[in-house]
């Protein structure tokens, strides 16, 4: 079926004249007989269909509902706005629609059920008219496979843009979509712009997306969904958080982002969680603060960027890869506040084909439980940032970077060390030997041992291992070359506290002085083929593995001074040493 809109303009609302959708369908049929409607001051008022008006007044103490299982919601001039006492003049309709009641549960809370309202809902490849705020829909055509040229504004709390779920393969065409108020809960998408859950595959070309609210997602991907975004223009900006909130970092309570990452925000342009997917093609995606783009549940999820352009403002970060995630980046460009990427327990994050990172703190940081995913740069990709280029916290991984260019700020290409985050701190000071973060039901306990390959690059900079009591570090060499120390070392805050709540913007700033192991794992060295090591300081390893093709220098008017175990050796190529081992840097002699 389709629904054809008309243009035509109404009655001014706000000094605005705006265009609206008029569908030949209206939900529970359609009551245009009065011109005008007043609900008496502690009255009350069950709209029994969708009700055309040309004003409506809600007295003070007034409630206007619809019966179980219904929903009503008022649109002025095609504007969404929130069911409450004042006066409303132009085309004011108020559409009643089947309740969408969506359940919702995560790390073993239950929340809702949520009643979503929706300006068009689609489910298993139709279009649901008693479920869909048509009036809100603006001007356009939208059938059971398409939506084109669609207009959506809303100024009211927790209302969706556009829902795809169930069995549909949807396309949506060039909309535009303003939203203003919080959402409800943006693990569950309610309130989100654009929403896609179940079994949908969904495509949206060239929209349009503006939203400031707390937790006021642009795109949601659940369910076992998948999304294409095509030249998109999407920005978020931060909404004011309720009176009554209390911060809590649990699913479905949650209205702004951890502060234990070290940045602050409340709503983030992109969240993907279950088993979705989402992929972003020659995009814009801007986020105010918290982040632009999220993978956040156990997974799997993927999210794809090709070609696009990801922004923080005044905090946050371009991506978050959480759970069983994996991150690709194609030949895009991160401007951010705080972060490239966040990895969160097993997730993995690629950046690849040319893509540039600029970062006003650290390049990648990876934190919570205890490891396991994959973090790779390669094939001419880019980080300029002020601070450290990765950062990792007190849990393993595996890095490869590879024909990429990285330019560390503060001087540190890698940084390993104890988790600083005070919200992880206080959880495991409760509960000593868990695994902090979240846990991945069904998912083996990952090593916590960093694996650091970096092969055809150029680097100048430090690497420092930091946790030595959580796991070792095997960092390899292969035709690349560092000018730097890479060495054991304890870190200390940059500011001298350890970060609390009220000093979380310092939390992953910290200083590093080389030594010899303070916990029981190690650092394991192998320079392999064409590898060249210049120590720029007196650094220390547990082994060192050099190639008959590999060496390492003295910077000049320096010398080495190797010592193994107390004893003074020969540095040659084409050895292998191993327990307390430092290289002294000292003035060459004469």
Same mark, same amino acid.
């Not at 995009?283 to 603060?289: F, G, L, P």
């Not at 040319?354 to 970062?359: A, E, L, P, Q, R």
């Not at 970096?454 to 070792?472: Q, R």
């Not at 070392?489 to 030594?515: L, N, R």
């Given at each position: 079926?389709?629904?054809?809109? /008309?243009?035509?303009?109404?009655?001014?609302?706000?000094? &605005?004249?705006?265009?609206?959708?008029?569908?030949?369908?209206?939900?529970?049929?359609?009551?245009?007989?009065?011109?005008? =409607?007043?609900?008496?001051?502690?009255?009350?008022?069950?709209?029994? *269909?969708?009700?055309?008006?040309?004003?409506?007044?809600?007295?003070?103490?007034?409630?206007?509902?619809?019966?179980?299982?219904?929903?009503?919601?008022?649109?002025?001039?095609?504007?969404?706005?929130?069911?409450?006492?004042?006066?409303?003049?132009?085309?004011?309709?108020?559409?009643?629609?089947?309740?969408?009641?969506?359940?919702?549960?995560?790390?073993?809370?239950?929340?809702?059920?949520?009643?979503?309202?929706?300006?068009?809902?689609?489910?298993?490849?139709?279009?649901?008219?008693?479920?869909?705020?048509?009036?809100?829909?603006?001007?356009?055509?939208?059938?059971?496979?398409?939506?084109?040229?669609?207009?959506?504004?809303?100024?009211?709390?927790?209302?969706?843009?556009?829902?795809?779920?169930?069995?549909?393969?949807?396309?949506?065409?060039?909309?535009?979509?303003?939203?203003?108020?919080?959402?409800?809960?943006?693990?569950?998408?309610?309130?989100?712009?654009?929403?896609?859950?179940?079994?949908?595959?969904?495509?949206?070309?060239?929209?349009?997306?503006?939203?400031?609210?707390?937790? *006021?997602?642009?795109?949601?991907?659940?369910?076992?969904?998948?999304?294409?975004?095509?030249?998109?223009?999407?920005?978020? =900006?931060?909404? &004011?958080?309720?009176?009554?909130?209390?911060?809590?970092?649990?699913?479905?309570?949650?209205?702004?982002?951890?502060?234990?990452?070290?940045? $602050?925000?409340?709503? *983030?342009?992109?969240?993907?969680?279950?088993?979705?997917?989402?992929?972003?093609?020659?995009?814009?995606?801007?986020?105010?603060?918290?982040?632009?783009?999220?993978?956040?549940?156990?997974?799997?999820?993927?999210?794809?960027?090709?070609?696009?352009?990801?922004?923080?403002?005044?905090?946050?970060?371009?991506? $978050?890869?959480?759970?069983?995630?994996?991150?690709?980046?194609?030949?895009?460009?991160?401007?951010?506040?705080?972060?490239?990427?966040?990895?969160?327990?097993?997730?993995?994050?690629?950046?690849?084909?040319?893509?540039?990172?600029?970062?006003?703190?650290?390049?990648?940081?990876?934190?919570?439980?205890?490891?396991?995913?994959?973090?790779?740069?390669?094939?001419?990709?880019?980080?300029?940032?002020?601070?450290?280029?990765?950062?990792?916290?007190? =849990?393993?991984?595996?890095?490869?970077?590879?024909?990429?260019?990285?330019?560390?700020?503060?001087?540190?290409?890698?940084?390993?060390?104890?988790?600083?985050?005070?919200?992880?701190?206080?959880?495991?000071?409760?509960?000593?030997?868990?695994?902090?973060?979240?846990?991945?039901?069904?998912?083996?306990?990952?090593?916590?041992?960093?694996?650091?390959?970096? /092969?055809?690059?150029?680097?100048?900079?430090?690497?420092?291992?930091?946790?030595?009591?959580?796991?070792?570090?095997?960092?390899?060499?292969?035709?690349?070359?560092?000018?730097? &120390?890479?060495?054991?070392?304890?870190?200390?805050?940059?500011?001298?506290?350890?970060?609390?709540?009220?000093?979380?913007?310092?939390?992953?700033?910290?200083?590093?002085?080389?030594?010899?192991?303070?916990? /029981?794992?190690?650092?394991?060295?192998?320079?392999?083929? *064409?590898?060249?090591?210049? &120590?720029?300081?007196?650094? $220390?390893?547990?082994?060192?593995?050099?190639?008959?093709?590999?060496?390492?220098?003295?910077?000049?008017?320096?010398?080495?001074?190797?010592?193994?175990?107390?004893?003074?050796?020969?540095? /040659?190529?084409?050895?292998?040493?191993?327990?307390?081992?430092?290289?002294?840097?000292?003035?060459?002699?004469?």
């Amino acid at each position: 079926m389709t629904y054809q809109c /008309k243009r035509a303009v109404h009655a001014m609302h706000a000094g &605005v004249a705006m265009l609206l959708l008029a569908c030949t369908v209206p939900a529970f049929g359609h009551d245009g007989g009065a011109a005008s =409607r007043s609900v008496a001051d502690h009255a009350t008022w069950v709209v029994q *269909r969708t009700t055309h008006l040309a004003s409506l007044r809600i007295g003070q103490g007034a409630t206007v509902s619809a019966q179980p299982g219904r929903s009503v919601t008022l649109t002025v001039n095609g504007v969404d706005v929130p069911l409450q006492p004042g006066s409303y003049n132009g085309d004011v309709v108020l559409t009643v629609t089947r309740a969408i009641v969506v359940p919702f549960s995560m790390m073993g809370k239950t929340f809702g059920p949520y009643h979503f309202r929706a300006a068009v809902y689609v489910d298993n490849g139709k279009l649901v008219a008693d479920k869909s705020v048509l009036a809100a829909a603006g001007h356009g055509k939208v059938t059971d496979t398409s939506a084109d040229d669609l207009s959506i504004t809303s100024r009211a709390e927790d209302f969706n843009g556009i829902v795809v779920t169930g069995q549909s393969t949807y396309m949506v065409n060039r909309p535009t979509i303003d939203f203003v108020g919080n959402g409800g809960n943006d693990f569950a998408g309610f309130g989100a712009a654009i929403m896609a859950s179940g079994h949908a595959r969904l495509t949206v070309n060239g929209a349009k997306i503006r939203t400031r609210g707390a937790v *006021r997602t642009a795109v949601f991907v659940g369910g076992d969904s998948t999304v294409t975004v095509n030249n998109a223009d999407i920005e978020t =900006r931060d909404g &004011v958080l309720p009176a009554n909130y209390k911060f809590s970092i649990v699913p479905g309570e949650m209205m702004e982002v951890p502060y234990g990452l070290g940045i $602050y925000g409340n709503v *983030r342009a992109t969240n993907v969680v279950g088993h979705g997917t989402v992929y972003y093609n020659h995009s814009h995606i801007k986020a105010e603060a918290w982040g632009a783009l999220s993978t956040d549940g156990d997974g799997p999820t993927k999210l794809v960027a090709t070609d696009s352009l990801i922004e923080t403002v005044k905090s946050g970060y371009g991506a $978050y890869a959480n759970g069983l995630a994996h991150d690709y980046f194609n030949h895009c460009v991160f401007n951010v506040a705080d972060y490239g990427l966040v990895v969160g327990g097993p997730g993995s994050g690629t950046f690849t084909d040319g893509t540039v990172v600029n970062s006003r703190r650290f390049g990648v940081m990876m934190h919570q439980g205890t490891g396991g995913g994959t973090l790779t740069i390669e094939k001419g990709s880019v980080f300029n940032t002020k601070s450290t280029t990765i950062e990792v916290k007190g =849990r393993g991984t595996h890095i490869i970077v590879d024909g990429a260019k990285l330019v560390p700020g503060n001087g540190v290409i890698l940084q390993t060390m104890d988790n600083d985050d005070p919200i992880m701190r206080a959880m495991m000071a409760k509960n000593p030997g868990a695994a902090p973060g979240m846990a991945v039901p069904g998912q083996q306990r990952y090593s916590g041992n960093v694996v650091a390959d970096f /092969k055809h690059v150029n680097l100048k900079g430090d690497i420092y291992h930091a946790m030595t009591d959580v796991g070792e570090m095997d960092l390899s060499l292969e035709d690349a070359s560092i000018d730097g &120390v890479i060495s054991l070392a304890t870190t200390h805050p940059a500011s001298g506290k350890e970060p609390t709540k009220a000093t979380f913007q310092q939390i992953g700033d910290v200083g590093d002085v080389p030594g010899p192991s303070a916990g /029981k794992y190690g650092l394991k060295l192998s320079l392999g083929d *064409r590898a060249h090591w210049t &120590v720029a300081r007196t650094s $220390y390893l547990t082994s060192l593995s050099v190639a008959s093709s590999a060496t390492v220098r003295a910077p000049n008017h320096q010398q080495l001074v190797l010592k193994v175990d107390g004893k003074t050796q020969p540095l /040659k190529a084409g050895s292998t040493y191993a327990g307390k081992i430092v290289i002294e840097v000292k003035p060459a002699a004469g």
